[in-house]
């Protein structure tokens, strides 16, 4: 029983913390709605942090759901350990009602002492002496007994009038979140009301993005491809340099280098060296532990094909993740790598590529960049700041990861934060 109540207590911590993060991305959520309600001009974008902002008081009512069962397990096991003490208590003080009637009848010093004289032989004597002190020990002890079961049945009771308050404080608590949330999902139906008036102006703007999104996919993989080659290269001239210097070769390290220039080498995978290899593997064995680019934000936009949020017949493609964030947010390495690349995908949109062995990160969307090609990077290292858009007033970062030229979900490898 102790140990179930411990485990219960234990989890009821858990639950309470997680609670206080919910709240606290709440909090966030809400700051971030009100500063682009006040710049921006389409609901799409107010929607999409609304949504978000729904997810999350689903998720703290369920939270709260979970925090009322197991309260209600403890006080359970908190009722049985009063039963189970009530019983005790009751056996403890009938037993010692009839000892204290037979020490009354038997009270006077001279019967004690007759109970004694009275013995055939010494030994018998003895015995008699050591019966009446262990006699009177333990009626001393049970009587201690009964004085602290009694104060622990106290305590539990007071424990349990604790919980049946926190229990109702937690019913009121997620009843108020559920009107709450009956009141952000009218919001939310009338936003969708108010944007499918505007379908068509909508719709060509994801077109137009998409085209935009694409044209910038195909720079970025280019680069890859460049990056890798280029990895390639360095590995080869390195072996070429090592093997000549074993064979005791007389060709100048020029000449090494200009007899590798001639050979061709892969762009689409790394040869990883030794070295390479074990960072590579490093971040494979951080998967779904790894920090988000960002200190702060939601994922707006998930990765791969996905039906539009207000329109199911239109499909979205992303490369990456998009995490919308709050003004003024830096971008920061998920993991420690080399800088392998700065781009300028646009005069308003900077990216910043980090190889990891035969991973890359790339962190996209930034209005201003803080590191170098060739820098190496330590994880959660500042590499520059996300931009913000004039027009919609949301701060997005948008960010890929890569093995060689295959994208993947970035999402499986971030921690639940």
Known sequence: MTSVLWSQSSQ???????????????????????????????????FMIQKNKIR??????????????????????????????????????????????????????????????SSDNFLQAYKRAQYLKQYTSFRKNQGEEIKSKSVELVN??????????????????????????????????????????????????????????????????????????EANRKAALEKARAKALA??????PKEVAAAVAKEPVSSSRIELTPEAKLIADNFRANRGSLPWPVEKGFISLGYGDQAHPIYNTLVIHNSGVEITTNEGASARAVFGGEVASVMILSPVNK???IQHGDYFTIYQNLSSVS????????IKQ??????????????VIKFLLLQNTSYTNPQGWLSNK
């Open 371 to 378: 590191v170098n090609k060739g820098d190496k990077v330590s």
């Open 12 to 46: 009821q911590e858990k639950l309470e913390q997680r609670k206080a993060e919910i709240q606290k991305e709440i909090r966030d959520n809400e700051k971030l709605l009100l500063s682009v309600k006040s710049k921006e001009k389409s609901a799409m974008n107010v």
């Open 156 to 229: 539990y009771n007071n424990k349990l009038k604790a919980q049946k308050i926190a229990k109702q404080k937690l019913i009121v608590e997620n009843e108020k979140e559920r009107v709450s949330l009956v009141k952000e999902k009218e919001e939310q139906e009338k936003l969708v009301n108010s944007i499918k008036k505007d379908k068509n102006r909508i719709v060509s703007d994801i077109r137009k993005k998409q085209r935009e999104s694409k044209t910038i996919d195909k720079q970025i993989d280019r680069l890859i491809r460049e990056a890798i080659a």
């Open 351 to 353: 990216a910043v590529m």
């Open 247 to 252: 064979n005791n070769s007389k060709a100048s």
């Open 382 to 395: 500042t590499l520059g700041r996300v931009r913000t858009n004039g027009d919609t007033g949301k701060t």
């Open 56 to 117: 999350l008081k689903e998720i703290l009512i369920n939270t709260t759901e979970k925090q009322a069962k197991y309260l209600a397990n403890d006080m359970y096991i908190n009722q049985m350990k009063i039963n189970k003490l009530n019983k005790e208590l009751a056996v403890l003080k009938e037993d010692y009602a009839k000892m204290i009637v037979k020490s009354y009848k038997s009270r006077s010093e001279q019967s004690r002492a007759m109970f004694i004289l």
